[in-house]
């Protein structure tokens, strides 16, 4: 026997939750690999960026960033890009790892909302999810091969418009990585860690920065992989089981720190076959549609009485002001939120509709 209402709900966040446990570990385990890959490279970046420029104020031409890029600071920045490697060849693998128990999550989820017990539905045959997640997994693996080049080739950019920029006046000094000035003074034989603060900080924060951002794309690419796995295993078993699902609805988590486009989105209806085609790191969720079920009476949260009962300040937090605005005086509705964008090269998702086209929208209403 099927769930009731008021179960159903419990059962989809008990799924998201268990998928949100392997995620959790992976990008936590990848964080802390990336920081304590930056912390055993950076002094040797700082000093050599310190030595460089201590050449630079003995005479030595700075206008060119191959010149000043001495063999030093290549030998620094070729570690980052050998810790970056490395370590996108690592998360992939801790990615690729996780793959398969995330994507029997949804089957486990549909039989516990239908009543039908552990192998009580059509399963998708396991050739064919064993090939899902095969595909999945070649995906992210060649996703983290990209996303290691373009952190190099970032890193590399940001020392060379450091250098031509001038950075590594007194101005920029400030910038300094603090934490590793102590470590840098003493590789340089200098009187005080004071010293380096006319070593050319703001390269090795943009340097630095660079570094981050690799970091924090491979976290993006982490629990989007892993979500949309999760998506495809959960199509696969609605196709599997088509006397007991007739369709889905769209469900958000409805609080302030959901954007205005899984706010538009909640609710909505679609065919068993249908991806849900969410943005990156999107935490909504699909609820079945199961014999008996009408649309907007299963249980999930109504969406605007919900955006409703909310404060200002959460409404604000949401939408943002200028989209509040319009919402407030009526010339758009939470449903118009929401767009259909192509991203070539990843794939299609539903965003938050651009002002423009928003108070374009409002214009003609």
């Known amino acids: 026997m099927a769930v009731d209402q008021r179960d159903r709900v419990a059962v989809l966040e008990a799924g998201k939750v268990t998928v949100g446990r392997h995620v959790d570990a992976v990008t936590s385990r990848s964080v802390d690999a990336y ?36 063999a030093r600071l290549n030998a620094a920045l070729s570690e980052l890009t050998a810790q970056l490697q490395r ?27 239908a009543g039908a017990g552990p192998g009580g539905l059509n399963r998708v045959p396991a050739g064919e999810l064993e090939a899902m997640v095969r595909r999945s997994q070649e ?3 060649s996703r983290y091969l990209v996303l290691s080049v373009e952190a190099e080739q970032a890193m590399r950019d940001a020392l060379v418009r450091g250098v031509t920029r001038g950075a590594g006046t ?13 470590g840098a003074a003493q590789r340089l034989g200098v009187r005080s860690a004071a010293e380096l603060d006319r070593a ?7 340097v630095r920065d660079a570094f981050a951002g690799g ?20 199509t696969a078993s609605y196709l599997a089981a088509p006397e007991v699902v007739r369709g889905w609805e769209w469900m958000a988590t409805l609080d302030s720190r959901t954007c205005g486009a899984c706010w538009a989105m909640h609710g909505q209806v679609f065919a068993p076959d249908v991806h849900q085609e969410g943005h990156q790191q999107c935490r909504c969720t699909q609820s079945p549609l199961l014999p008996g079920d009408r649309p907007g009476q299963t249980g ?6 919900a955006f409703a009962a909310m404060t200002t300040a959460q409404q604000l937090e949401v939408l943002g002001p200028e989209r509040y605005a319009l ?18 090269g990843w794939r299609a998702g539903h965003y938050v509709t651009p002002v423009a086209d928003l108070r374009d929208q409002g214009r003609g209403a």
């Open 35 to 70: 920081v304590r890959a930056w912390v055993n490279t950076r002094d040797d970046l700082v000093a050599a960026a310190a030595d460089a420029h201590r050449r630079a104020m003995a005479g030595e031409r700075v206008d060119n960033p191959a010149a000043w890029r001495t």
């Open 87 to 113: 370590l996108g060849m690592r998360t992939g693998v801790m990615v690729t790892d996780v793959v398969a128990p995330v994507m029997d999550v949804p089957q486990q989820v549909l039989e516990a909302l």
């Open 139 to 141: 995906a992210i693996a």
């Open 170 to 182: 007194d101005a920029t000094a400030r910038d300094m990585v603090r934490t590793a000035q102590a």
């Open 200 to 206: 050319p900080a703001a390269v090795v924060a943009a």
């Open 215 to 234: 970091m924090q794309r491979a976290q993006v690419l982490a629990r989007t992989e892993l979500i949309d796995a999760s998506r495809v295993a959960t």
């Open 300 to 305: 999930l949260q109504d969406r605007d009485a």
């Open 327 to 344: 919402w407030r005086q009526g010339r758009v509705q939470l449903a118009d939120m929401a767009t259909r964008r192509d991203n070539p």
